[in-house]
């Protein structure tokens, strides 16, 4: 099952957090789960088609603190798994929020 992890924390990258996340991104690759991972603009885009037509709307939408500023797309045996996997990022990172969402 695979499942797109987004994250939004207000949490600075300091050395330890940077380590701690290298090693944790090193055992998820080396087993297989993580397919990969990466920080995203604050903001993007909005496309919207009607008729036919492509409207583009530049972002951001949502004050910053709110937008999911890093990912990672993950592929697991079970949601629990995912959920597992997620509460060990949040112990690495500390305090944010995040969502799961299973790609089919």
């Known amino acids: ?57 530049d972002g951001p939408f949502a004050e910053a603190k709110e937008m999911a500023g890093g990912f990672a797309l993950i592929d697991v045996g079970s949601r629990q798994e995912a959920l597992e996997l997620s509460r060990r990022f949040f112990k690495i990172i500390g305090d944010g929020e995040g969502r799961m969402q299973q790609i089919y």
């Open 1 to 57: 099952m695979r499942f797109l992890l987004t994250s939004v924390s207000e949490q600075r990258a300091d050395e330890t957090l940077q380590i701690e996340m290298g090693k944790f991104i090193q055992e998820l690759t080396q087993a297989g789960v993580l397919l990969a991972t990466g920080g995203m603009e604050l903001g993007g885009s909005v496309l919207k088609s009607v008729g036919g037509e492509l409207t583009v709307t």
